[in-house]
């Protein structure tokens, strides 16, 4: 869904589905508080993976492209490439 640099994939996720892993990861100080994580659903069948885009059964930005057809990987940043019809201007 996202390739990039560590540092960029983490300071500014374009992928909505990498923006809600990024938000599950557990907080090490305890008084830091901040929204559940936005991830939906079950995993799909590793075997018989759904048609369209693989994370969209478990994004919540998820639009009916997604559902239909694969996204291409596009150029975000130097270095820094995505697949999501939300980040296309196509």
Not at 44 to 69: K, N, S
Request: some cysteine; overall charge negative.
């Amino acid at each position: 869904m996202e390739i990039g640099p560590t540092y960029k994939v983490l300071s500014k996720p374009f992928h909505p589905y990498t923006q809600a892993l990024i938000a599950s990861v557990p907080l090490s100080d305890p008084d830091i508080k901040r929204e559940d994580a936005r991830i939906k659903g079950d995993l799909p069948d590793q075997i018989d993976m759904p048609e369209g885009c693989r994370f969209a059964p478990r994004c919540l930005e998820a639009v009916d492209e997604c559902h239909a057809r694969e996204p291409d990987l596009i150029t975000v940043g130097e270095g820094h490439q995505v697949a999501c019809f939300l980040n296309n201007e196509e």
